[in-house]
């Protein structure tokens, strides 16, 4: 088949995989590549069983895959021939040298832009889709351009705003898609070229175009606003739980206010996934390295804020357990960051079970899609928790539960069934305000929520 154009995306892993599957499926006439340096990653995408878990992807991969799109470890091959690439490697916060803990790894990012430099014959328009510091497109320019084949290369940032969980409803209807270049004659042709893709299904008014760095910065600005807002009411959940207020009725209260919205206001154990802390923290850097300290302290705040949530739900559970939770069964529900993703990077339930082990709590972990990865985040702690498919069994025994990720299922559970088979007294610890608290407590449970008054027998 004659395809248009051919596309390449690099790195087939949260972003690149369901991206670029939407993308072959609403352009037929496209040819997509998606290449990775992990072959185990890459047979997952080729088989029946696909290596992430997000609601709807199945299909989209199905009915594009082996027609317009495909997946393969042939990075050299897959440069040679695109007109187009995505560059979607990871781009964690460094642990090493000068800005460890702060600044973005961009060691796969440079590795990409020399692998495209070697392996091309002709010009390319290359694509920013990581989340990386504002005006690293000038240091990619400088690396592809500083070439002696003679070749021109337009590097563009188009930021990918899909959430873990609502990826395909997000890429289907995207809020909007962002696409910066550079605003010279080929920067502009290039940018055509990129909202031509989208404009396949996008409405045009949804697509913002803008200068290059416009677009890289507005990638970290968007996750430090969400991050913020989570940040600031889970600040106002422990003055709510000092006060009687409930931090349900706050946010509501508040939410209805057109100014403010209702969403991103839910208070909880705190924020987890690759992306919010290891963002800001790489605006922090960037605004220290300006000499932004005011600006970088501010920012740092959400992260510090949200550290502070996560002990202090720990602390919680050890204050209202008698303070000691030694030798005691504690039934963690949800390991996962968020619901609808088996995705556990950044997740609370890792400090929080860490913690949890601290203080020699016999801790029992269960998730509907998270425990491979949880098993994997806890490796180095041995027997000393247990992971369970079943969440009955993980409750049996157990002295108390914590929800640590709010899967819709946990709230239809028999909690009568979970009581009876519970040490009495017998707590719940709701991190994700998910549960029905009333009815739990007058069941016979002692349950502490975030935010809200505790609804004690004792
Ligand atoms: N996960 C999200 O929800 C999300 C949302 C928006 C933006 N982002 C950003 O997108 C980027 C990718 O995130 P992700 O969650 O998809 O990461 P990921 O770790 O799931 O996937 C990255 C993939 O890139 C591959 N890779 C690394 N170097 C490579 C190379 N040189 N050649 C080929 N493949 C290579 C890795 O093997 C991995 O499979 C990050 O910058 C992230 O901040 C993530």
Redesign the pocket.
Known sequence: MNFKKKILC????????PTMAMIARKCPDYKVTV????PA?IAAWNSADIP?YEPGLDEVVQEARGRNLFFSTD?DAGIREADIIFV?????TKTFGEGAGKA?DLQ??E??AR?ILANSEKGKIIVE????PVRTAEAMERILNTNDKGLHFEVLSN??????GT?IADLEAPDRVLIGSRETPEGLQARSEVVDIYAHWVPKKSIIESNVWSAELS?LVA?AFLAQRVSSINSISALCEKTEADVGEVAYAIGTDSRIGTKFLKASVGFG???FQ??ILNLVYICQSYGLTAVADYWESVVKLNDWQQQRFVQTILSSMFNTVAGKRIAVLGFAFKADTG?T?ESPAISVVRNLVGERAAVVVTDPKALPHAKADLKDLGDTVEFEDDVYKACEGAHAIAILTEWKQYKDLDFARILKSMQSPAFIFDGRNLLDHQALYKMGFNVFAIGKSPLRHF
């Open positions: 690099i790195g087939a892993g949260y972003v690149g995989g290449v990775d340096i992990n990653r992430i990075v979607a490697v990871n781009t964690p973005a796969y990012w590795k990409t692998q889709k990581s989340t990386l930021p990918e705003f899909l959430a873990e990826a990638k996750n996934g690759s992306c290891k963002d995705d990077r």
